[in-house]
């Protein structure tokens, strides 16, 4: 089994910053990509960033140079700083991970259960 915990949501003003993380743990063999998705109310999820294993990076266009994203591999964790948040930033954000449980196995798409960002004054 393998649980992808996220942590780092909350309500900031417009203009502040905020950093999610997200765990992953379980039986895991190899992680590929990790990385970040969004979904506003009525909209569909979409991309925010992801990070592969050696360290390469994709940004949504309309977010880079204000989000980074960023890995920890020995701790199977992902981040992503939040800077210069704007009220259209608010959504459930999702943790996604590529995953292979074992050597002979497949990857697989797993999800975290959502953290809600909230940008408001």
């Known amino acids: 089994q393998v649980q992808l915990v996220e942590s780092g949501g909350g309500l900031v003003q417009p203009g502040g910053s905020l950093r999610l993380s997200c765990a992953a743990s379980?039986?895991?063999?190899?992680?590929?990509?990790m990385g970040w998705y969004r979904q506003a109310p009525g909209t569909q999820r979409e991309l925010v960033a992801s990070v592969r294993s050696g360290g390469s990076t994709s940004y949504a266009d309309s977010l880079k140079g204000r989000f980074t994203i960023s890995r920890d591999n020995t701790k199977n964790t992902v981040y992503l700083q939040m800077n210069s948040l704007k009220p259209e930033d608010t959504a459930v954000y999702y943790c996604?991970?590529?995953?292979?449980?074992?050597?002979?196995?497949?990857?697989?798409?797993?999800w975290g259960q959502g953290t809600q960002v909230t940008v408001s004054s």
């Open positions: 379980g039986s895991i063999f190899s992680i590929n990509s």
């Open positions: 996604n991970a590529r995953i292979r449980r074992s050597w002979y196995g497949s990857e697989s798409d797993y």
